[in-house]
Structure formats: C-alpha cells, structure tokens
C-alpha cells in the first residue's frame, strides 16, 4: 500500500487542523493506520491510530481528546482532526500502515511497514 499525508499548514494557537491520509493499493480495509509525528530535535512519536477492521482507535496521552482519527475504507482515506492545537503540537506528522496489526503494538513504530510522506503543521501563537 501507497500512502499519502496531507493537510499541513500553519495553524494558530487554540485553532484546527484536519490531516487526511490517502492509501491506493489492496486490502486497505485490512491495516492499521497510524499517525506518527516529530517535532524539531524530538523523536518521533505516537500520535494516534485506528485498528483495521472494526476500527478501534487509540491516542497518544499528550492528546487528551483533543484528536480525533477516524478511516473512510471505501475512500481509503484517514482523517486526523486536531483541535485546540497548542504550540508544542508543531512537527511533521507522518501517516504509517501495518497489515492486521496486533493490539499490543498499535504505537510502536517499526511494526508499521508502509509510510507516508510528512506534512508540516505550524502552530503559532
């Protein structure tokens, strides 16, 4: 699977942004998609995921319900609706794709096996 990130921008602070990640190729329904960002100097880190299939979502702590993520299997499309950004939510944020990801590795990085390019979100304030 072939995956494309895009939605970047500059954003000020307290406002939204929607990131969408679009997948062509096979069998989108059956992986797990996640969000993965990384700031300047920082690695990188979890952001949030939706599980293949049923759809199960999962968050980094620093989000706080702040972040939505949500997949559209027939568009092969996964929204990142970000809220109430704040500064710190500065970085490239990088979609990833994993085939029938185990729960127990949702937010571990080198399980995915398919990366989309970054796109930038600025939050200024």
């Known amino acids: 699977v072939q995956l494309q990130a895009f939605g970047g921008g500059l954003v000020q602070a307290g406002g939204f942004r929607r990131l969408s990640c679009s997948a062509s190729g096979r069998g989108f329904i059956n992986y797990t998609v996640a969000w993965f960002r990384q700031a300047p100097g920082k690695v990188r880190e979890f952001v949030s995921a939706v599980k293949y299939g049923i759809g199960t979502t999962y968050y980094g702590d620093f989000v706080k319900d702040r972040f939505t993520i949500s997949r559209d299997n027939d568009k092969k499309i996964v929204y990142l609706q970000m809220n109430s950004l704040q500064l710190e939510d500065t970085a490239v944020y990088y979609c990833?794709?994993?085939?029938?990801?185990?729960?127990?590795?949702?937010?571990?990085?080198?399980?995915?096996?398919?990366w989309g390019q970054g796109t930038q979100v600025t939050v200024s304030s």
């Open positions: 990833a794709a994993a085939s029938f990801l185990h729960d127990d590795y949702y937010g571990v990085e080198r399980y995915y096996s398919f």
